[in-house]
T-cell receptor
Framework: EAGVTQSPTHLIKTRGQQATLRCSPI?????VYWYQQALGLGLQFLLW???????NRGNFPPRFSGRQFPNYSSELNVNALELEDSALYLC????????????FGSGTRLTVV | GQQVMQIPQYQHVQEGEDFTTYCNSS?????IQWYKQRPGGHPVFLIQ?????EVKKQKRLTFQFGEAKKNSSLHITATQTTDVGTYFC?????????????FGAGTRLAVHP
């Protein structure tokens, strides 16, 4: 069974540009979560999608947005990139419900120059 | 909002020594999960604790959930170099609605041979 896959692995963008990150959850998982992990720091919750809808978002500006497609894959968009957006962006998926652990992808390393 | 405090931030041990990381919350938790992130890797789900006072073991790892369900600990007996990484606790809100995990800042474990 394939795990959570994220693409691209690495992404280099210039300040002010837009970045699009993609995530495919484990088959059968309907919930997708996005986290930001700045270098050497913890995981900051960005967004949660389930059944195609945004269920919750963390304390990030509106230029961080995303969507979930009918096949449950998801996309994270970051507009007007700033230098401090440089981080590892992790996607995780799970079954919907409070009793399941998250399976994380390997992440997309975004570097803004 | 709910915060999960994790201590220590960093622990440096000699191989064979024991290691413990603690997770504390000001509010009652419905459950708590533990994850391990190897250097350069992504978080991997280790275990979930649900019941008050619950203790679970995985080989040299012992996980505890406090009686009041406000704190948890992970203890590693006789550390090995393979234990190196950052250990995160993660908790959900006690009352329903959310399905996002709030991660602690993590404890980075360094093991010297």
């Amino acid at each position: 069974e394939a795990g959570v896959t994220q693409s691209p692995t690495h992404l280099i963008k210039t300040r002010g540009q837009q970045a699009t990150l993609r995530c495919s959850p484990i088959s059968g998982h309907t919930s997708v979560y996005w986290y930001q992990q700045a270098l050497g720091l913890g995981l900051q919750f960005l967004l949660w999608y389930d059944e195609g809808e945004e269920r919750n978002r963390g304390n990030f500006p509106p230029r961080f947005s995303g969507r979930q497609f009918p096949n449950y894959s998801s996309e994270l968009n970051v507009n007007a990139l700033e230098l401090e957006d440089s981080a590892l962006y992790l996607c995780a998926s799970s079954f919907q419900g409070a009793d399941y652990g998250y399976t994380f992808g390997s992440g997309t390393r975004l570097t803004v120059v | 909002g709910q915060q999960v405090m994790q201590i220590p931030q960093y622990q440096h041990v000699q191989e064979g020594e024991d290691f413990t990381t603690y997770c504390n919350s000001s509010t009652t938790l419905s459950n708590i999960q533990w994850y391990k992130q190897r250097p350069g890797g992504h978080p991997v789900f280790l275990i979930q604790l649900v019941k008050s006072g619950e203790v679970k073991k995985q080989k040299r790892l012992t996980f505890q959930f406090g009686e009041a369900k406000k704190n948890s600990s992970l203890h590693i007996t006789a550390t090995q170099t393979t234990d190196v990484g950052t250990y995160f606790c993660a908790a959900r809100r006690f009352s329903g609605g959310y399905n996002k995990l709030i991660f602690g800042a993590g404890t980075r474990l360094a093991v010297h041979p």
